[in-house]
Antibody
Framework: QVTLKESGPALVKPTQTLTLTCTFS??????????VSWIRQPPGKALEWLAR???????FYSTSLRTRLAISKDTSKNQVVLTMTNMDPVDTATYYC????????????WGQGTMVTVSS | EIVMTQSPATLSVSPGERATLSCRAS??????LAWYQQKPGQAPSLLIY???TRATGIPARFSGNGSGTEFTLTISSLQSEDFAVYYC??????????FGQGTKLGIK
């Protein structure tokens, strides 16, 4: 069974750095073609793609947020980590990790999401 | 960046009736489009990819159509569990992947 689960702080202060971890099971990010992305959703709003990391360690970022984002993976731990610097209240959102399977292009499986509030 | 525009923003349909949701891309995305369903308090789940291919386990009452810039998602006979928010997403020109703003499908 393939699962993904996000973890991280529920509350961060403005200007702080957010670190989120996606822990997955049922697949390996060392498998050719496998990819994991981070996507966020402010309360009551639409989905926004943030970043993607591939099996070969290629990394891709949102154009508007690329200076604040860093994505990495630990294949041995089945984890993908996203850091976002200089957090602002507008970054308050539910953050999801999602998989793109080998040979596919859509997000076929998602974690349950983790809600992050940015407030002093 | 490709902008995805969904219409209508909200749609009210009676159970058993047909619902048609639209998604328009600001430039051609070929058939590289997916549809997701999101129920309250849950993560999105994949319904359709490559514009018209149902994901694993998705009932046949869900169908996708279109290519280029115009796409539709049709639910042929609405069940109670189908009332949710639906998002389209393009994966033709990335980064970034882009989503529509969603269509909320409610009970009439």
């Amino acid at each position: 069974q393939v699962t993904l689960k996000e973890s991280g702080p529920a509350l961060v202060k403005p200007t702080q750095t957010l670190t989120l971890t996606c822990t997955f099971s049922g697949f390996s990010l060392s498998t050719s073609g496998m990819r994991v992305s981070w996507i966020r959703q402010p309360p009551g709003k639409a989905l926004e793609w943030l970043a993607r990391i591939d099996w070969d360690d290629d990394k891709f970022y949102s154009t508007s947020l690329r200076t604040r984002l860093a994505i990495s993976k630990d294949t041995s731990k089945n984890q993908v980590v996203l850091t976002m610097t200089n957090m602002d209240p507008v970054d308050t959102a539910t953050y999801y990790c999602a998989r793109i399977p080998s040979g596919g292009h859509a997000f076929d499986l998602w974690g349950q999401g983790t809600m992050v509030t940015v407030s002093s | 960046e490709i902008v995805m525009t969904q219409s209508p923003a909200t749609l009210s349909v009676s159970p058993g009736e047909r619902a048609t949701l639209s998604c328009r891309a600001s430039q051609s995305v070929s058939s590289h489009l997916a549809w997701y369903q999101q129920k309250p308090g849950q993560a999105p789940s994949l319904l359709i990819y490559d514009a018209s291919t149902r994901a694993t386990g998705i009932p046949a009452r869900f169908s996708g159509n279109g290519s280029g810039t115009e796409f539709t998602l049709t639910i042929s006979s609405l069940q109670s569990e189908d009332f949710a928010v639906y998002y389209c997403q393009q994966y033709n020109n990335w980064p970034p992947y882009t989503f529509g703003q969603g269509t909320k499908l409610g009970i009439k």
